[in-house]
């Protein structure tokens, strides 16, 4: 069964680092998703990404996040400047009609010192 | 503005027992799709059901069953027969067809115990 692949797993950066999360979603999907859950809480949607532009960011998806399909298969998400506060598992989804039958990625447990 | 509750933070129960995990959710939309997803303790998001708003009939599949009920809001699971293994959070989650985006419940956390 297709599956979407992110790396690294786990990563442990320095406070004020620049982190690039990357996700290689399903082949034929269109639309690409991230989405955040810090430890013991809900997950939250980050972001929507569908014809190479955002089509919905939430409030946390401020100005230190930024979103890239850099060729015809990566994903990422970049956070330019890390906070304690971004520490987290961070998950990629993609789907191929909007909205509708969404496969996840394992997540990428970010943990900022 | 979509909302999902799921009031039950945490249930624990003994093995073989039923167990019934709550969802209410809300939205403006007349279509739209429900989710359930179980989160084990190594992380990932299983994907376990997905209904649109048109289809209200009941759903089982081995020991999970779903009950939606327009009228109420409600999206339930119900786990029959439980087992240690089923021990995880679980997740109901909302998207409307217009929109760009899952909205989650804070998740029940069950704990089958042997």
């Known amino acids: 069964e297709p599956e979407v692949t992110q790396t690294p797993s786990h990563q442990v950066t320095q406070m004020g680092q620049e982190v690039i999360l990357r996700c290689v979603p399903i082949?034929?999907?269109?639309?690409f998703y991230w989405y955040r859950q810090i430890l013991g809480q809900k997950v939250e949607f980050l972001v929507s990404?569908?014809?190479?532009?955002?089509?919905?960011k939430s409030e946390i998806f401020d100005d230190q996040f930024s979103v890239e399909r850099p060729d015809g298969s990566n994903f990422t998400l970049k956070i330019r400047s890390t906070k304690l506060e971004d520490s987290a598992m961070y998950f990629c989804?993609?789907?191929?009609?909007?909205?509708?039958?969404?496969?996840f990625g394992s997540g990428t447990r970010l943990t900022v010192v | 503005a979509q909302k999902v509750t799921q009031a039950q933070t945490e249930i624990s129960v003994v093995e073989k027992e039923d167990v019934t995990l709550d969802c209410v959710y809300e939205?403006?939309?007349?279509?739209?799709?429900l989710f359930w997803y179980k989160q084990p303790p190594s992380g990932e998001l299983v994907f376990l059901i997905r209904?649109?708003?048109?289809?209200?009939q009941n759903e089982i599949s081995g020991r999970y069953s779903w009950n939606f009920q327009k009228s109420t809001s409600s999206f339930n699971f119900t786990i029959t027969a439980s087992q240690v293994v089923d021990s995880a959070v679980y997740f109901c989650?909302?998207?409307?067809?217009?929109?760009?985006?899952?909205?989650f419940g804070a998740g029940t956390i069950l704990r089958v115990k042997s």
């Open positions: 082949s034929n999907h269109l639309y």
């Open positions: 989804a993609s789907s191929e009609v909007q909205n509708y039958g969404y496969t």
């Open positions: 990404f569908y014809n190479n532009e955002i089509s919905e």
């Open positions: 989650a909302l998207s409307e067809l217009r929109g760009n985006k899952l909205v």
């Open positions: 939205t403006r939309d007349t279509t739209y799709y």
């Open positions: 209904r649109n708003s048109f289809d209200e």
